[in-house]
């Protein structure tokens, strides 16, 4: 009898408390990429097609009420490979949090880094072939960290528009930096020898941002969509390396024709940091500097049509006066978007790695479909 009034009140209990139900959602973006091999000499060049996912994942998140002002969040996102092909399932941002709607939110997992949120900004080919066309590809910044604490502000509003800060604190729990899968580690143990912070103003017209990392872990000299099997200019030539950064970056996107025309811009500096499982040849490397120019045109008599065009370059440089390392990438493409949710793509862009006497060439021809849920 007391089991039955138990369960009863239990079942009452339940009946009578409502919790807000989670949101699935995600994206998955194939294209098909040309991608045709300039070898070095004595090695046959070739006609290479490849399928690639482009940033697929699938996500899980929640705003629980808990009063008038606090609400419990959280959110996770696996990606996965749309081609088949690699390991499934790698983590994306995944975090718990509490958030009140007058001192901001704070999060507890792991999460991209206030200064490569400022990239989606203006990286207008963010994603495409693979994450190499972007400024993944030839970039220091673009780094997901594991083990973090983050602070997001509430807007500041002005008359004109908005400002915000974003903050995150790291810790490596007593190891060296690492890729991990889909989130890197930092070096050290306290939380805080690691951090990155953001300060962006966010209007209809113009929006701006400027970031800092510290000690965060990236990739110095990157190959962007070089698909050579024997290539002019080698990692071991340029000095690739994976090590912590200090970075310094900045971002504009200016909105004009009544937001049919977006500008772009972004400007960036990186040092190494000395930190436990820097790669060797982080050593030498002096700094790194980069910067974007990009334009998109939504066609005002043609809303589904949009025509962009972006021109990125990184120059990095040496300690022991070797040549300077650059990457300069340039694309342009068009969408058509049927809805909000599917847009089919094309693209053409052309990469060129320099480094003294050495060069390789790499163009690329494709399209693609995004659809998001």
Do not use: C
Not at 27 to 45: C, F, M, Q, R
């Amino acid at each position: 009898m007391k089991t039955k009034i138990a369960a009863a009140i239990a079942l009452s209990l339940l009946a009578g408390s409502t919790f807000a139900a989670p949101t699935f959602y995600g994206e998955i973006d194939a294209s098909v990429d040309y991608l045709p091999e300039d070898n070095k000499s004595g090695t046959p060049d070739k006609d290479v097609v490849e399928v690639s996912s482009n940033s697929s994942y699938l996500g899980v998140k929640g705003d629980e009420k808990l009063n008038d002002r606090l609400s419990a969040v959280y959110l996770a996102e696996w990606a996965f490979n749309a081609d088949g092909e690699g390991s499934d399932w790698s983590a994306r941002n995944r975090y718990v949090g509490l958030k009140d709607a007058k001192l901001g939110t704070v999060k507890v997992g792991a999460h991209d880094t206030p200064l490569k949120q400022l990239s989606s900004v203006v990286d207008t080919f963010n994603n495409y072939v693979n994450n190499k066309a972007d400024i993944t590809g030839i970039m220091t910044g673009e780094t997901r960290l594991a083990n973090v604490v983050v602070y997001e502000s509430p807007a500041l509003t002005l008359p004109t528009g908005a400002i915000k800060l974003n903050a995150l604190l790291a810790t490596g729990e007593d190891s060296g930096i690492a890729k991990g899968n889909g989130a890197s580690k930092s070096a050290g143990r306290g939380l805080g020898d690691t951090w990155s912070a953001s300060l962006v103003y966010d209007s209809p017209v113009f929006v701006a941002g400027v970031a800092y990392d510290k000690a965060v872990p990236t990739t110095f000299a990157g190959r962007g969509i070089a698909n050579a099997s024997a290539p002019e200019v080698t990692s071991g030539v340029a000095g690739t390396a994976f090590a912590a950064a200090n970075t310094l970056r900045a971002i504009g996107r200016l909105n004009v024709l009544d937001n049919s025309l977006a500008l772009k811009a972004l400007y960036q500096t990186s040092e190494v940091e000395a930190a436990n499982g820097n790669e060797a040849a982080a050593a030498n490397i002096d700094d790194s500097q980069g910067w974007l120019v990009g334009a998109e045109y939504n066609i005002p008599s043609a809303k589904a049509w949009t025509i962009k065009a972006q021109y990125s370059a990184n120059t990095t440089s040496f300690k022991d006066n070797s040549d300077d390392y650059d990457a300069d990438q340039i694309i342009a493409g068009v969408d058509y978007a049927f809805s909000k949710q599917v847009k089919l793509y094309g693209y053409g862009g052309y990469l060129t790695l320099e480094q003294g006497n050495n060069e390789t060439k790499q163009p690329v021809v494709g399209t693609g479909l995004e659809f998001k849920f």
